[in-house]
């Protein structure tokens, strides 16, 4: 699927959004990418590591639009979540050959943000989206447990404080 440069690994018709490493492995990244800039076209999720061979793809996901976010779990090496074109996040869980293992599909628009809580005492999930809003997830519950209003545009980003535990920003721009 994809080709090794030093430092590099190139995923031919695909365009990263967003890369990650993981908590767990040294070297070992999560990237979420799309083809046609986004714009139209499908989604994967690549899993890669870098070793003394150089970058490799350890694994790939592939899913109906374009994947915009990644971000770890922090409680499970193998799961993280992404969040795509069509609205949705998907959890994943890397140890598996297939997937998602979830699918959430509240979204009215692109979720273009995505970030676990980096608490261990809570497993919790915001997303931001070109609906103008940020959700707030529990993955264990399956749906989201609050929707925050008030962005006046595309919600770009969402992220936890990793000092403050429940703690979030976004960021938007205004249309």
Known sequence: MGTAGRGALRLPGLHGYAAEFS????GRVACAAAQYYGIVGCGTLAVLEQNEAGIVLLRSF???DGLFDVTWSENNEHVLITSSGDGSLQIWDTAKTRGPLQVYKEHTQEAYSVDWSQTRGEQLVVSGSWDQTAKLW?????KSLRTFKGHEGVVYSTIWSPHIPGCFASASGKQ
């Open 138 to 142: 529990d993955p264990a519950v399956g």
């Open 23 to 26: 908590p767990y492995w040294p």
């Open 62 to 64: 592939d899913w109906n």
